[in-house]
């Protein structure tokens, strides 16, 4: 059912005319729930905010599948300004984009030397750039460009494996041991509608996958970025990672900006190490519309924008 929802949301998100529409009215659509806000500058209150109340950040300059070269490069500047910017504020530097903003999708040479000029970049202002898992079709070359950036000296750098892709256990035990130990991996369900060939489909399944991935990722020597709101999963990883003796160096807890943001704060009140993934930027239309397809409620806040 939930999967039927997602289709057509994210269907309905592809028409012709509704991206203008929604971009014109923008924070009317209630936006401004899940993106901090259209710069650094504006975004950087909800930053501090987050930061001042024991919460972590990983800022996200939204944009994705660049058509050319110059839209690639600009995209780059903006996360290259946004590093420079959280630096000079006391924020951490720690970025987190999408291959495909870069120009994996039309050039991967393109995006390997963007991709590691930010990363030694975050790097050298003590953070570090995560890459962005997309749709099974950048999966391969998202794996090369993490590859490529640590031999080209970031080697905090990082991605995310999805737990709904078939493939992904063979992804991680070969990112596994091809990362120093300690390297992070996001461990995530996965966003995009993807065809049953190469994805669960069953969210029974999809969260088994995703346990089963966390605990082969900390058998591994990783450090685990638990990314979910599902509290079930989120008690048993850490009830994992507890009866492993595992200490907080060893995983953090990640969630979106504006999702379920009472439960962010228990986390972290109860000790554990939480990180908030923060979008800001102007290219918001794609990234809000996965949100809506999360979830029936979030749609309510479009309608209740457009009555006000
Ligand atoms: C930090 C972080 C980084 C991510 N990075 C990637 C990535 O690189 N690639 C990728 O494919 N996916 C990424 N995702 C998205 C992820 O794949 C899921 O689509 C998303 O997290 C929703 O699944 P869930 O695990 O929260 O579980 P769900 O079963 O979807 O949700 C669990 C609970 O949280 C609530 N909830 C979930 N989403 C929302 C929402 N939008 N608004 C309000 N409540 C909500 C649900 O109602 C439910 O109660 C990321 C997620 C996080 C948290």
């Known amino acids: 059912m939930l999967n039927l929802y997602r289709r057509t949301v994210l269907g309905i998100a592809g028409l012709p005319g509704v991206e203008g529409v929604a971009r014109r009215y923008g924070w009317r659509f209630g936006v401004g729930r899940f993106v901090a806000g259209e710069t650094v500058a504006a975004a950087r209150p909800?930053?501090?905010?987050?930061?001042?109340?024991?919460?972590?950040?990983?800022?996200?300059?939204?944009?994705?599948?660049?058509?050319?070269?110059?839209?690639?490069?600009?995209?780059?500047?903006?996360?290259?300004?946004?590093?420079?910017?959280?630096?000079?504020?006391?924020?951490p530097a720690v970025v987190s984009v999408k291959p495909t903003q870069l120009g994996l999708g039309i050039d991967p040479a393109l995006a390997l030397e963007l991709a590691s000029d930010l990363a030694r970049a975050a790097e050298a202002r003590g953070g570090r750039l995560c890459l962005d898992m997309e749709d099974h079709r950048f999966v391969d070359a998202t794996l090369d460009l993490l590859a490529g950036?640590?031999?080209?000296?970031?080697?905090?750098?990082?991605?995310?494996l999805q737990a709904y892709l078939h493939r992904t256990p063979d992804d991680l035990v070969a990112l596994l041991a091809a990362s120093p130990p300690g390297a992070e991996v996001r461990i995530v369900k996965g966003a995009y509608h993807e065809p049953a060939e190469v994805a669960l489909t069953a969210m029974s399944e999809v969260r088994r996958a995703f346990l089963s991935a966390c605990e082969t990722a900390w058998r591994g020597g990783a450090k685990v970025n638990v990314a979910t709101h599902d509290e079930g999963l989120i008690a048993e990883a850490t009830a994992f990672a507890r009866g492993a003796g595992l200490g907080q160096e060893r995983y953090e807890l990640q969630l979106l900006y504006g999702v379920k943001p009472?439960?962010?704060?228990?986390?972290?009140?109860?000790?554990?190490?939480?990180?908030?993934?923060?979008?800001l930027g102007v290219d918001w239309y794609g990234y809000f519309s996965r949100r809506l397809a999360e979830r029936p409620a979030n749609v309510a806040v479009v309608l209740r924008g457009l009555f006000r």
């Open 46 to 91: 909800a930053l501090r905010a987050l930061v001042d109340e024991g919460r972590a950040t990983i800022v996200d300059v939204l944009g994705e599948y660049v058509r050319d070269e110059a839209a690639a490069r600009a995209m780059a500047a903006s996360v290259a300004t946004t590093i420079a910017t959280l630096a000079d504020a006391g924020l």
């Open 149 to 160: 950036v640590r031999a080209a000296g970031a080697p905090r750098a990082s991605t995310v």
């Open 262 to 279: 009472a439960l962010q704060r228990r986390l972290a009140a109860a000790g554990h190490p939480v990180r908030i993934y923060v979008p």
